[in-house]
């Protein structure tokens, strides 16, 4: 018996070449691969990113948003882990009240380009070219002999 948030898709669009926007369907797998490949080197196992990524899917059904309200403290921390990867955007609304006040409401939103990029392993590649580079390799072996 598949979960509940395994058949949850959202319309979206990703970016499928620089200059060319496809609509296309924003799965749970898909966002499985882009949270496994953003986590480090290594990535995350495959069952913990399906499940963050069932999660998160189930907040936002088919919405292109949600409103931070809906969100309890620890689905909070997932979501700034989320943002740190670059796949979740926040984004703030400001109104004017009746009685003069300023409200402010907070939304989450996918980044759907940075989602296909880690889908297609290009975000991951750059990666593997900066972690080649080692400052220490510069560095003459006497400095760090003490007299």
Known sequence: MKGRGENLNILTKLKKSDDELAATTLTVEHLTKA????????????????AMAQHVMNFFGYSERIIDNVLEPEDRDAFYMLEDAGILVTEREETTLYDGREWRIHYWMFRKDRIQELISGRARGLGALTEDINVYDEIPDDIWSRE
């Open 35 to 50: 949270i496994k490949n953003s986590i480090d080197k290594s990535g995350m196992p495959e069952e913990e990113a399906r």
